[in-house]
């Protein structure tokens, strides 16, 4: 998302229902300030890999959201203000918020986001695009940042993950949870491009440095990182906001656009999936961030020769690009986007949550969506949060 895990601080537990451990100990599910998103927690991450015990846990985690608020779980919505957060929030019990340009950033102070999250019955995520350069919504507030480009031309790491440190540990006062960065696209666009200055190189073992030196800062801030946009912007035929992108076939971005992804994908930082469309990967006029088959290259790895990934898949903004409303509708493109295995989707207001949600509880009961898909994917956005539960 252009003018585009996280730790969530929790003050109390989350009491768990049905959630045994052994020698007769409660168990609760805490959010911990140390871990980093998306690292291994106590329990060893979804129902898919855990033990006994630890599916257990995660079903009594589970067991305190409906059904409507598990699919509620896998979406972060665009806020204008504090009030339209709360009232989002409060009413539907989504997962994530997005500060764009058009909030009021009034809410990142005074008692505003403590509102919001209060609202919350699980943490919150609060989600922003801070790139630096020309992708940066707070500059007014925590000052300005050069160009991903810029950095890796006039820095050095050292010099890099100190300021990013200081950056996201400003973010991390303001309330934010997870940023929308970095660009791991590889390119040698112009400044001004789509991707242009977004990317640090043209040389994809010096996006992998820089990139690799943010995720690392952004986690020692306690600031969860996404990494976009999958499986490569970089080379793309035009701009995902204005129109339909076409990669270059996916056997040549093996060995220039995905070995970013390839380098970093046990990095702990999560993804974000582009409106791509590439041949040799995704089906005619079906973008990457709703296709299956790129869900299953970035999860499995085995067709980029990377390891395989279990960490939360966001979308790029399902609303405001053409890429993806020139051929749907919000409802069909949520419902879509997690039918082929994102974890999280992404657009930029609340207007459309409700009937969203009525689509997917539909898809549900259809069977198009299944409960144990639903239930993985809200157990990788629990774990990238920091929720960990304990048994």
């Known amino acids: 998302m252009r003018n ?45 890999t855990t033990t006994g015990n630890q599916q257990d846990c ?10 409507r608020q598990k699919l509620a779980q896998l979406l972060t919505v665009g806020v204008k203000n504090a009030a339209d957060a709360e009232q989002v929030v409060r009413g539907e019990q989504v997962g994530g918020i997005f500060v764009g340009s058009w909030t009021d950033q009034s809410m990142l102070s005074g008692q505003g986001l ?25 500059q007014n507030l ?26 996201g540990q400003a973010m991390k006062k303001l309330g934010i949870t997870v940023d929308f960065a970095p660009d791991v696209d590889v390119s040698d666009e112009p400044d001004d491009a789509v991707i242009g200055d977004r990317s640090y190189s043209q040389d994809p073992q010096v996006v992998t440095e820089y990139a690799g030196t943010y995720i690392r800062a952004m986690h020692d801030a306690g600031v969860g990182a996404v990494m976009k946009h999958f499986p490569g912007h970089g080379h793309g035929s035009g701009d995902s906001h204005t129109g339909a992108v076409r990669t ?68 790029d903004d399902l609303s405001g690009m053409a890429a993806i409303t020139a051929r749907m509708g919000i409802e069909d493109a949520v419902a879509a986007a997690l039918e082929a295995g994102a974890d999280d989707a992404l657009w930029i207001s609340t207007n ?8 997917l509880e539909q898809e549900v009961r259809d069977g198009k969506l299944t409960m144990k898909q639903v239930d993985d994917s809200v157990l990788r956005v629990a774990k990238y949060k920091g929720i960990q539960l304990l048994c």
């Open 352 to 359: 459309a949550v409700s009937s969203v949600l009525d689509r």
């Open 58 to 67: 995660a079903a009594g985690f589970l067991a305190q959201f409906t059904t």
């Open 248 to 315: 270059p076939p996916l056997d040549q971005m093996q060995q220039v656009d995905l070995v970013p992804f390839r380098n970093l994908i046990d990095s702990g930082a999560a993804v974000m999936v582009g409106h791509l469309d590439v041949p040799g990967l995704t089906s005619p006029n079906v973008p990457a961030s709703i296709s299956p088959e790129a869900m299953a290259l970035l999860r499995q790895g085995t067709g980029y020769n990377a390891k395989p990934y279990d960490g939360p898949i966001f979308t």
């Open 114 to 138: 403590d509102q919001v999250k209060a609202a919350a019955r699980t943490p919150l995520m609060v989600t922003i695009d801070e790139e630096g350069g020309r992708v940066s919504r707070l």
């Open 142 to 167: 925590i000052g300005q940042a050069p160009s991903a480009r810029v950095a890796a031309q006039t820095m050095s790491t050292d010099e890099y993950y100190q300021q990013s440190l200081a950056r």
């Open 4 to 48: 585009v895990a996280g730790i969530v601080l929790a003050v109390a537990a989350v009491a768990l229902a049905g959630c045994s451990g052994g020698g007769g100990s409660s168990s609760t599910t805490t959010t911990s300030p140390s871990a980093a998103p998306g690292t291994t927690s106590a329990t060893g991450g979804t129902a898919a």
